[in-house]
Each structure stands twice: as structure tokens, then as C-alpha cells.
């Protein structure tokens, strides 16, 4: 297997960026469960930025999300004016870089660095999880405020959907997912036909990060929402795309190492406090609520299945794919009880 060696693409990124400053070093500061990559370079008067390379999906979605979230971190008004980094411009723009030599497709962006705080506990008490839900509700509502300014979006849910339907289309599609072609086509079309009954595109649009586990943002001493980073799932869509990893992070097992996507979170007493105090500040609409099922259904179809050997380490993608056919899918309609989510917000 050839090694990529992906220092030398930073380097070459910055080259393009100010060929002025000279790096240092390149020190790769990423999670280990992800294939994505995130690097400190640090220049030779000891200033530093954060470098963040990607290969999967598609270029100009990674450049259009990032224009999105610059213009995003840009507009929040407080108290979120400076929770999101900043990516470096040039030319009035965000800069991008993109390499491309052989097999290698990888792109670049960079940011300046951003403060954080406080990792939330991975064990939530009561007062934690609904103060957590108070503070998830104005980030959203401020994010849905400043919608109207940012730039537009091209992917939406339908077509990220229909692409997989397209992929299992392919030879490559039929090799991969094997025996459970029919099976992910039967998903897809549930996916499709639900969502069109929901009337999903009458839902707030907004921008919506997705991954929300503890070690992706921090708070200051009182829990307010301080930094958040790791931006590999960014789109704007509905907010409940969020609402399955704050499930995750509200739950009675709380953050672990090892982890599996199971639904039952979301069916959590600690998780009816959560969207208790959500409620309050940003009501949720009945089909909102309805949507939660589909916004999870989505999750496991585009991000396990689609990209989970693009985005996760080998082991992970195995372990997770595997699980989604045997646990993950009939898991939906047999757990998943919007009725209990609609009596506890009186909906």
C-alpha cells in the first residue's frame, strides 16, 4: 500500500496560501477513529494555524461548506460571535487547496486557531442535560437567524440519498454492498417517502453540524456553549439533524470510547429533559418530532453505509456497517416511539 505523505500537501497548500512565511513543522493532531485529518503547523517565528485535509465526498462540497461556515462564524451575534474558527482568506475568499497527483484526490483548508474551555462530563446529571438544552436552542435559533445571509447550500437530503441509490446502481455499488442492495433500496425509498409525507421543506433550514459528541466543542464555567469545532458532517438542513448525536450526548452511558449508533438514546428519560428545556426557548413542530426517525434513518444511510470506509478507520467501518443491517435499521420502526416525544412536550 502506498502512504500518502500528507505534510508535504500541507506544505504545498501553504506555498499556494503566502509562500512568504516557512513552516517549521507539521504535527498531525487528529482523532484516531476518523480518516480525516487535522494538523498544527507551526512556522519558524513559532505562530501557528490548524490545517484540516479531506478526501471524501465531493471537492466542491468541502469548498462550498467551508464558504458557508466562514460566512456563518462571521455572522452569529452574541453570545456566539467567536464559538466557530475562522478559515484564512485570500483574495476576498476562503482559500482551499486541492491535490491531485495519481490515485491521491485530497483537499486543504486552513483556520486560525480557536479557543475552548470546559469538555462538558461524559456523564450528564439533570441540571447539566437540561442547562445543555437551553443553550443547543439558542445556538440553533441564532444560527437559523443568520441563514438568510449566508451563501447558498447544493447539497440537500434527497440528493445525498439519491446518490446512494445511484451508487447501488454500479458494479462497484453491487460489490460492495453485496447481499443487502435490496435491502438499503427499500431504506432509501422509506427514507424518501416519509420525508415527502412530512412536508420536510416547509422545516427551518439552517446550518447544522451533526456530530455533536463532547469532544467536538467545549463551555465556559456556567455550560454556555464556548468553541465547537470538527466540522466533517457540516450542511444546511434541518435542525433535528442534530437531535440524535445530542441524544448521544445527554444518555445514560454517556461518552465512550468504544461506540455504537444505537437508537434507543433518543427514547431516554435524559433526553425528554433535553428537549424539555429545547422546547421552551425553540418550540418544536409534531412533525419535527416525526422527522427525528428519518433524521436517524438518514444518518446511518449516508454517513455508515455511504461514506463509513471513506470517513472511518477501517476497523470502525466494519464494526458499524455491520451492526446497521443486524441492529441499526430494524431498530427504527421497532424502537423509535414518537408518541412518547409528543406527550412529554405536549404536542
Known sequence: MQLVDYPAIIKKAWAGFDASKTIQRVEDISAKVSTNHVFKVTFDNDDFII????YF?????????????????NNLLYPFENVLAKSLMKNNQVYTYRHQEG????????????????RLPKRLNESEIRQFG???????????RASNALPKSSKTLRVDVQHLLDILDT??????????VNYLREQCK???????ELNISTFDTMPVFVDWNIGNFSVNEDLELFSRWDYDWFRVSSRIMDFYFFSRVV??????T?????????MEERFLWFLEEYHKVYPLRAEEVLFMKEAYRFFILNYVIKYGRYFFHRTYATKLQREAYEIYFPSIEAQFDADRILNALHL
Open 190 to 196: 422509506t427514507f424518501l417517502k416519509n420525508t415527502q
Open 134 to 144: 437551553t443553550q443547543m436552542a439558542r445556538f440553533h435559533k441564532a444560527c437559523f
Open 57 to 73: 465526498g465531493k471537492y466542491e462540497h468541502f469548498k462550498e461548506d467551508h464558504r458557508i461556515i466562514h460566512a456563518l462564524a
Open 51 to 54: 490545517a484540516k485535509l479531506s
Open 171 to 180: 458494479e462497484t455499488g453491487q460489490y460492495e454492498h453485496r447481499m443487502h
Open 251 to 256: 444518555s445514560n452511558v454517556g461518552d465512550r
Open 258 to 266: 468504544v461506540f455504537s449508533y444505537y437508537i434507543g438514546t433518543l
Open 103 to 118: 490515485f491521491v484526490d485530497t483537499w486543504v483548508v486552513f483556520y486560525n486557531p480557536i479557543r475552548t474551555r470546559l
